[in-house]
């Protein structure tokens, strides 16, 4: 092999573990579109690295050398890339684990039409030096293996993620029968494996129920899980009398429920894409919902009817990008939105019409919320900032800065003193609402934060990160009060004795504060089948749940948890997985025998 085609390699390799860390970095990816949407998984990602990698090695031999043959490479992919655009229509691309969405429109296709353009001439040009005689999809071929195998090498990285804390594992976890697994683990990194994966059983055989004995938390329990959506929770909003709930999901529909008996009440349709954000009007009677599809729509509550679409002028949108957030001012009159086209909207609540866009940041809007007092808008974006607006003027007070990630989330307290913010960097930051000022930072979670919640009383902050786990903090101290099994988003209802957050494959969990005195109560006792134990979906993959297992083996094993239920809800999580991995064994039974 020539030197040049050595050279040619490295750009290929190079950009091949470019992708493998965005992969493993960014989590789950997708495209959304007029044509629906789309998973991206590892492998397309890592290949899409190689080809970047690839149009990079092109257009350094287009320069060495000046071949007028790459000029016309990417001119075919420019007018190739703007042809896909013409019949596909508008995309986006929406990585929801890191709180990014923005949109693709024709320049960017074209652009991207271009790289593959200079892809196709850089593998031509290595084929020409190194002598090999291969066509380039021959090639594509036979980097497609290598990219599988890196594939099964970042699964194995990221299901040993749970174990790189720097503690004694054999210790830890030396009574929790995990072997097995430990062995499995490794076994990862020398050969791929076969793995089944694991859709709701059709058989007969009837799934175990689980009971603990004792409630996960120590003064907040698990009371009911609420199924009805057929995709994850992405929003919830609780009306000002506590007895209504609003959630809205990946399966583009809003849902009501009766808060206090768990009962599904109705079904606002009609977006055309995923849900990202609601919110309800300060005298109840009103929902504002923010889609992938670029709109905002209302409801009326009591009437359960559609009120009106918010339209940006002549536009049939309401935002260029994903709406993130909507919020409602306390008096009701406008409601501000957050977006991925990098603006904040107001608009005017009755009447749906835009009254000004704010313009600052650098990146998508994720957050946005009004002060209680009405007095200050508050933006948290994926540029890594907080803006705070007066809502008065609509000019910029502050840029608050310290967030080494995208800002996900952001909370007022009641007094409108002090704002809450979450981040990818797992951070939480508290701040001086009235003069920007930092005032402290709690740290505790081990993945990016996605929402944060203020109690009414003002004394308890929950928190939710990508990782599954919900943290209670004593918002005056800062201390970490407990953490339980579930998923963002988290509220408060109005009193402050109910937390509601998301579950897995759809489903939201209710959450009920408990007296000192009732703690060991048998009211208490929390059951479930296997997968609501482990906090999962029935359909999950195997290694994800075993990951679940790991992380809550990680969290109430007596070694490192001494409260005192530790040990009884150990021993329920183990039978649990117990029960998964009958029931794993018997579909690969089944799998088998076919």
């Known amino acids: ?138 090639l594509f071929e036979r980097m497609e293996e290598k990219v599988l195998l890196m594939d099964a090498y970042s699964e194995a990285v990221m299901e040993l993620e749970v174990f790189l804390f720097g503690e004694d594992l054999n210790q830890k976890f030396a009574v929790l029968e995990i072997e097995d697994e430990l062995q499995a683990l490794k076994a990862e990194f020398k050969k791929k494996s076969e793995f089944v994966t694991l859709k709701p059983s059709t058989s007969n055989i009837e799934p175990e129920i689980i009971s603990l004995t004792t409630q996960l938390p120590e003064t907040w329990r698990c009371v009911g899980t609420l199924k009805g959506h057929l995709g994850a929770v992405n929003a919830i909003a609780i009306s000002p009398d506590g007895t209504t709930l609003i959630s809205g999901s990946d399966d583009r529909q809003v849902n009501l429920w009766n808060l206090k008996t768990g009962k599904w009440l109705y079904t606002f349709s009609g977006q055309a894409e995923a849900v990202l954000s609601v919110a309800i009007s300060p005298d109840g009677q009103q929902i504002a919902s923010g889609s992938v599809d670029c709109k905002i729509s209302s409801w009326q509550m009591d009437k359960r009817k559609f009120l009106h679409t918010f339209f940006y002028l002549n536009s049939p949108y309401s935002h260029n990008g994903f709406v993130n957030s909507v919020a409602y001012s306390t008096d009701g009159a406008i409601l501000a939105s957050g977006s991925a086209d990098k603006t904040i909207r107001i608009w005017g609540r009755y009447t749906g019409t835009i009254k000004c866009t704010l313009n600052g940041h650098s990146d998508a809007v994720l957050s946005v919320i009004i002060s209680p007092n009405s007095k200050i808008l508050a933006s948290g974006s994926a540029d890594q900032t907080i803006r ?73 902050l929950a928190s939710s990160s990508r990782d599954g786990i919900i943290k209670l903090w004593n918002l005056h101290t800062g201390e970490l009060l407990q953490s339980l099994s579930g998923c963002n988003p988290v509220a408060f209802s109005p009193n402050g004795k109910t937390l509601v957050s998301g579950g897995n494959g759809g489903s939201i969990k209710i959450w009920s504060q408990m007296q000192s005195s009732d703690k060991y109560s048998l009211d208490s006792v929390l059951s479930g089948e296997w997968w609501e134990v482990l906090g999962v979906n029935q359909s999950y993959h195997p290694k994800d749940v075993r990951l679940a297992y790991l992380r809550l083996a990680r969290q109430y094993h007596p070694d490192v948890n001494s409260s005192a239920i530790a040990k009884a809800s150990m021993q329920s999580i183990n039978q649990a997985y117990k029960e998964f991995q009958k029931q794993l064994n018997f579909h690969k039974y089944l799998n088998f025998d076919k």
């Not at 691309?93 to 271009?114: C, E, H, S, T």
């Not at 008065?392 to 003193?417: D, E, M, P």
Request: a neutral charge.
């Open 388 to 460: 705070l607006w007066d809502v008065k003027t609509w000019q910029q007070r502050y840029i608050l800065t310290g967030h080494l990630g995208a800002v996900n989330t952001l909370a007022i307290s009641l007094n409108s003193q002090t704002l809450i913010s979450g981040g990818t960097d797992a951070t939480i930051k508290l701040w001086n609402l009235q003069t920007g000022e930092l005032l402290s930072t709690l740290t505790g979670h081990s993945t990016a934060v996605f929402s944060v919640a203020i109690s009414s009383d003002g004394k308890t």
């Open 1 to 138: 092999m020539t030197q040049n085609s050595k050279t040619g390699a490295a750009f290929i390799a190079g950009g091949t573990i470019a992708g493998a860390s965005v992969a493993v970095t960014v989590g789950g990816m997708g495209l959304a579109g007029g044509f629906g949407a789309v998973g991206i998984g590892t492998t397309p990602v890592v290949g899409a690295g190689a080809v970047a990698g690839a149009a990079a090695y092109g257009a350094f031999k287009a320069i060495a050398e000046g071949d007028a043959a790459a000029i016309a490479a990417m001119g075919i992919g420019a007018a190739g890339g703007a042809g896909v655009y013409s019949v596909v229509g508008g995309m986006g691309l929406v990585a929801p684990k890191v709180g990014l969405a923005f949109g693709i429109g024709a320049v960017p296709m074209a652009g991207i039409g271009v790289v593959v353009g200079l892809a196709a001439y850089g593998i031509a040009k290595l084929l020409d030096e190194s002598g090999i005689s291969e066509t380039p999809a021959q």
